[in-house]
């Protein structure tokens, strides 16, 4: 009689830091967006200054960079974990179980 062999599937241990991946990287996509609305998308003044007269508010320089580095410290650890989950799901040995 042949003997039957299971195999388990890999383990959970990658799939936390394609989430947690993914999730930052859509975090790094909306401080993109911000970061051009808030600064490409004015032009600003020699003091700084872009005044937007439908809304008749103010945006400063300053702001823009500010989503600039949100978007910057977001995306490095979105990359990284991305690059964990691939490299885990890559080692992760396939068990075999004999009944």
């Known amino acids: 009689m042949p003997e039957i062999v299971l195999l388990r599937s890999r383990p959970a241990s990658w799939r936390r830091p394609l989430v947690l991946g993914v999730v930052l990287g859509l975090l ?26 439908e809304t008749h508010m103010v945006y400063t320089e300053q702001a823009g960079c500010i989503w600039g580095g949100c978007f910057a410290v977001l995306l490095i650890p979105a990359v990284a974990c991305v690059a964990l989950a691939i490299r885990r799901r890559r080692m992760a040995p396939t068990v075999r179980i004999t009944p």
């Open 28 to 53: 790094a996509l909306g401080a993109a967006y911000l970061f051009y609305e808030r600064y490409y998308r004015w032009t600003f003044n020699e003091l700084g200054n872009a005044y937007d007269p």
